[in-house]
């Protein structure tokens, strides 16, 4: 079974500032996908940024980035130039088949 | 189109009572999935369908717990003599065939509150 984890519960950035939210998996596949989605007071599930695992190169969106390290199973999430619309829950999310592993999520606070 | 919609967007039910939730997929796409979010949780996998087919039923919590889905369209949630850890918000996402590979489109959920 595949098991996601993050350990930040809650994090606080300031408008205009940079963070980072850590993600860590654990799987024995070898061909899987990487998720982070971003879930506002709206309960939407929005869909950040996606890594497929075959590939060496860090995906990017604009703001936000991935670090993602196959070996040691991490993969967290960068955003810069944080905004005050970014605050929201945020999960990481494993996919190998069809359904998506999830992990309990960061609550993100963007201060002004 | 339309994203994903979910109806009804709240549901407050006393424990016994049947509940049906609904799950209306973006036009096209022929995988289904519905997901449990308790509160302060992450999403947590029920059931899958590609077309009218559920292939995979392992995350359903308990057999009062059942899902159909009509053709590539509309899907239904059912859960009987609803419990008080039932409630949660529900939430449905659809996709094209390849599942994990293409984004999975989340609806608005909806949230069961068993009194």
């Known amino acids: 079974a595949q098991t996601v984890t993050q350990s930040q519960p809650e994090m606080s950035v300031q408008e205009a500032e940079t963070v980072t939210l850590s993600c860590t998996y654990d799987?024995?596949?070898?061909?899987?996908?990487l998720f982070w989605y971003k879930q506002p007071p709206s309960r939407q599930m929005i869909l950040v940024i996606r890594q497929e695992a075959y590939k060496q190169q860090n995906a990017t969106e604009n703001r936000f980035s991935v670090n993602f390290q196959k070996a040691a199973k991490s993969f967290s999430l960068k955003i810069s130039d944080s905004q005050l619309g970014d605050t929201a829950m945020y999960f990481c999310a494993f996919g190998a088949g069809y359904a998506l592993n999830f992990g309990k999520g960061t609550s993100l606070l963007v201060t002004p | 189109g339309a994203g994903v919609s979910q109806s009804p967007s709240n549901k407050v039910t006393e424990k016994g009572k049947d509940v049906e939730l609904r799950c209306d997929p973006i036009s096209g796409h022929t995988a289904l999935y519905w997901y449990r979010q308790r509160l302060g949780q992450g999403l947590e996998f029920l059931i899958y369908?590609?077309?009218?087919?559920?292939?995979?039923k392992s995350g359903l919590p308990s057999d009062r717990f059942s899902a159909e889905r009509t053709g590539e369209s509309v899907s239904t949630l059912t859960i009987q003599r609803t419990q008080q850890e039932d409630s949660a918000v529900y939430l449905c996402a659809s996709s094209f065939p390849r599942a994990s590979y293409n984004e999975q489109f989340f609806g608005p959920g909806t949230r069961l509150t068993v009194l």
């Open positions: 369908f590609q077309g009218n087919s559920a292939p995979d």
């Open positions: 799987t024995s596949e070898n061909n899987y996908y």
